[in-house]
Antibody
Framework: AVQLVESGGGLVQPKESLKISCAASGFTFSNAAMYWVRQAPGKGLEWVARIRTKPNNYATYYADSVKGRFTISRDDSKSMVYLQMDNLKTEDTAMYYC???????WGQGVMVTVSS | DVVLTQTPSILSATIGQSVSISCRSSQSLLDSDGNTYLYWFLQRPGQSPQRLIYLVSNLGSGVPNRFSGSGSGTDFTLKISGVEAEDLGVYYCMQATHAPLTFGSGTKLEIK
């Protein structure tokens, strides 16, 4: 069965850093572009970042709201995707979802709270 | 950025009723490769989103066939033919033709 399991969320202060992870299983991870999508409390969905596959040079793309602060990466040998979040702001508070295969697969989400 | 406008924002339906949700784009979503990257999702209360429809009209894996998608260019529709209790939640359209990828603001389906 396909599984995406996020981890690493928590409470951090503004300007701090946090790295969240997503462990994938049940599909050929190395062939799948991976995405992070977030949802602020009581709000809608917002795409955050995308990373393509090795044949596409692991190209990365970011929403303007996180560009220069967030970095998406992947480790195909471990079937893992990561989101390094630096210089966090209160408006980054959200549930962060890992998603794959053109949004067919979703994790359960991990909560990131940025507050002083 | 492409703006997706969903209407209505709230939809109240009885069991068995057929309903439609509109998603209008500020730009054509027809890609140069001939595909239209328009998707529909359902987020049930307390759950992760679930993909219902991909590429305008293709039913996702395991999705009941009471759901259907249609449209082209800038106007798209999700139809539920015979609402069931499990269909309550928030429906989102999403486009991936133009960067950045964007979502509609959502349509909340309530069951009367």
């Amino acid at each position: 069965a396909v599984q995406l399991v996020e981890s690493g969320g928590g409470l951090v202060q503004p300007k701090e850093s946090l790295k969240i992870s997503c462990a994938a299983s049940g599909f050929t991870f190395s062939n799948a572009a991976m995405y992070w999508v977030r949802q602020a409390p009581g709000k809608g969905l917002e795409w955050v970042a995308r990373i393509r596959t090795k044949p596409n040079n692991y190209a990365t793309y970011y929403a303007d709201s996180v560009k220069g602060r967030f970095t998406i990466s992947r480790d195909d040998s471990k079937s893992m995707v990561y989101l390094q979040m630096d210089n966090l702001k209160t408006e980054d508070t959200a549930m962060y979802y890992c998603t794959a295969r053109w949004f067919d697969y979703w994790g359960q989400g991990v909560m990131v709270t940025v507050s002083s | 950025d492409v703006v997706l406008t969903q209407t209505p924002s709230i939809l109240s339906a009885t069991i068995g009723q057929s309903v439609s949700i509109s998603c209008r784009s500020s730009q054509s979503l027809l890609d140069s490769d001939g595909n239209t990257y328009l998707y529909w999702f359902l987020q049930r209360p307390g759950q992760s989103p679930q993909r219902l429809i991909y590429l305008v009209s293709n039913l996702g894996s395991g999705v009941p066939n009471r759901f259907s998608g249609s449209g082209s260019g800038t106007d798209f529709t999700l139809k539920i033919s015979g609402v069931e209790a499990e269909d309550l939640g928030v429906y989102y359209c999403m486009q991936a033709t133009h960067a950045p990828l964007t979502f509609g603001s959502g349509t909340k389906l309530e069951i009367k």
